[in-house]
């Protein structure tokens, strides 16, 4: 492949690198440049365009991002088509994802070129979650990297799904004087939540005295289908000797391990009574928040061996961090934590073409516009910064916003899909902030208030990663996404929004219930109406939506 300035007298069929305007065209990149695309360069004053001239060995970046994609699929893992060099891949069924860390290395130094990303192992995955994606960085491959890349994945998988398998789960929690039937309770509803996405069910609930003898009767009094035990102790078990070992043990099971160097989640201990499993939980597993409780119930329950060897093997990794995936750490005294910062992205470069003609951000509320009251709302929230991106009619929305304290920045590429704009407007805003609000400026019916409501329900990771307002129960707008989110956002693509990233990280979404307000938008004549807007000096009246 060669790549550089190519004459517009020699690109017909060349490759364009990066996006291009000519006058009304825009041809994005990636395009294979035909006679009309060159004309309308050359109208356009155009002299060259970077592009590549493919060689006759070399495979164009979809194509290579599709055979690649294939040859990774599995009975329990898709691909979707690719589309810029890129092709994702999406788990089918729920289960823990297993990536085989020689396989993709050794993949990925094939060729610069070819690149595959994956989540961490045993990663717990619903279906439709994204497992990894295949990237072609160069606009083509040689044919030869490609064939080499595809002779390794035939020898070995670079990844394969466990599925879950459902199973009947008892639960034994014992109980001190002192302790409250609340946290019994929540217990108990944390522990279906874990077992929800597997399909497993708790079929009894025992509560007995924190005494060997009642407890080694309880284990042992298991219902006929019941694979897999669960004993709560009043008190953690710091001994083989300790209450829950030694009941395990008189109601005739063996312990086969105690303890487990994952933090959350030390006092972990593992055994059976013949085939069903027992585990005694570690008090952190009260919390639904991630602990080392989670990481051995999930592979019991995808079939997977959980040995001596695999709990001591799970030191590195095993402190569990913050990072979007995971929930924040305890709290500490000496590390208080601190309230996480939002910035809000107010999209505003659309060309409003559902209005027929004039732009609806314009349009004037009570004489405002309706730009520079959506901007206003979200200056009133505790926001710490508001950001804005304008493309259409810059000078006119940009002299709507005269005097407020935003950062402005300026879209050329706005017509090429909104993903351009949360792109560039989110690259900003994360810069120096925990989340971003991002927020649809045609929304007349928002208030500081229900933007409040979705930042005080936000956390940088972990459930609450990404906040969606809902009306009625019905997903909308606003959405936060955490900044850790940055580089999924920056891979978008035409005329999308974070939809997608929101599909692969379900277990990290918060729902805010604002009503009206998050379905409401003026996208219409009509609907502006409704609203009460003047759209080109003509008076809409009033009207509740």
């Given at each position: ?28 990149k990636?395009t ?8 309308a ?7 060259n365009?970077?592009?590549a ?5 070399d ?12 040859a ?7 691909a ?13 069924e729920a ?5 085989s ?13 070819i ?8 990663s717990?995955?619903e279906?439709?979650r ?14 030869a ?35 409250k039937?609340g ?12 077992l ?11 509560r007995?005295?924190h ?44 312990v ?18 013949g ?23 999930d ?6 061996p ?14 569990l961090?913050?990072i979007?995936?995971r929930?924040?750490?305890r709290d ?14 107010v ?6 073409s ?5 732009n ?21 929230s ?11 009619q810059?000078v006119?929305t ?6 407020l ?7 050329p ?18 810069a ?23 930042i ?8 609450g ?24 956002i920056a891979a978008?693509e ?6 997608g990233?929101?599909q ?5 979404v ?31 009246a009033?009207?509740?939506?």
């Amino acid at each position: 492949m060669r790549f550089g300035p190519v004459a517009l007298t020699e690109a017909e069929g060349c490759i364009l690198a990066h996006a291009t305007r000519a006058g009304m065209v825009h041809l994005p990149k990636g395009t294979r440049l035909s006679p009309g695309d060159i004309e309308a360069l050359v109208a356009a004053g155009l002299p060259n365009v970077i592009a590549a001239r493919l060689d006759a060995d070399d495979i164009p970046e979809d194509e290579a991002a599709a055979d690649i994609a294939e040859a990774l699929s599995t009975e329990q893992i898709g691909a979707a088509p690719a589309a810029t060099g890129r092709a994702n891949l999406f788990a089918g069924e729920a289960g823990l994802f297993l990536p085989s860390r020689a396989a993709v290395d050794a993949l990925n130094r094939v060729h610069p070129g070819i690149t595959l990303a994956t989540l961490p192992e045993f990663s717990a995955v619903e279906p439709g979650r994204m497992v990894a994606t295949v990237k072609i960085i160069p606009l083509a491959v040689p044919r030869a990297a490609l064939d080499e890349a595809l002779a390794l994945l035939g020898a070995e998988p670079a990844f394969t799904l466990a599925p879950f398998r459902a199973r009947s789960v008892g639960l034994v929690q014992t109980v001190l004087p002192a302790t409250k039937p609340g946290v019994l309770d929540k217990t108990a509803r944390a522990l279906r939540d874990r077992l929800a996405r597997s399909g497993s069910v708790l079929v009894r609930e025992m509560r007995v005295a924190h005494e060997e003898g009642a407890l080694a009767e309880a284990i042992r009094d298991a219902v006929p289908d019941e694979a897999m035990t669960i004993v709560f102790g009043a008190s953690a078990v710091i001994d083989a000797a300790d209450v829950v070992p030694a009941a395990l043990e008189r109601a005739g099971g063996t312990v086969r391990h105690l303890g487990m160097p994952v933090d959350p989640g030390n006092l972990l201990l593992l055994g059976a009574v013949g085939e069903r499993d027992v585990i005694g939980a570690p008090g952190c597993a009260r919390s639904p928040r991630e602990n080392g409780f989670d990481w051995v119930l999930d592979r019991l329950l995808a079939n997977l061996p959980v040995t001596p060897h695999e709990l001591t093997g799970l030191g590195v990794g095993g402190l569990l961090m913050e990072i979007a995936s995971r929930p924040r750490p305890r709290d500490l005294a000496a590390a208080p934590q601190r309230e996480p910062s939002i910035s809000i992205l107010v999209l505003a470069a659309g060309r409003s073409s559902r209005m027929g003609g004039p732009n609806k951000l314009l349009a004037t509320f009570d004489g405002v516009p309706l730009l520079r009251r959506s901007v206003e709302t979200a200056l009133g929230s505790t926001a710490m910064r508001v950001h804005v991106v304008v493309g259409h009619q810059a000078v006119e929305t940009r002299a709507a916003l005269a005097g407020l304290d935003v950062a402005i920045h300026d879209n050329p590429d706005y017509a090429a899909g909104l993903a351009t704009s949360l792109k560039l407007g989110f690259a900003s805003a994360a810069a120096d902030a925990d989340g971003v609000l991002v927020m649809l400026a045609d929304q007349p019916l928002l208030t500081p208030d229900h933007l409040d409501a979705l930042i005080a329900a936000f956390q940088p990771a972990g459930e609450g990663a990404i906040v969606l307002a809902c009306d009625a129960g019905r997903r909308a707008n606003p959405v936060i996404l955490s900044s850790t989110f940055r580089n999924e956002i920056a891979a978008l693509e035409g005329d999308v929004g974070a939809r997608g990233i929101v599909q692969a990280h379900r277990d990290l979404v918060r729902e805010v219930e604002i009503g009206p307000a998050a379905s409401f938008d003026v996208d219409t004549p009509d609907l502006m109406a409704r609203a009460g807007g003047v759209i080109e000096g003509s008076l809409s009246a009033p009207a509740s939506a």
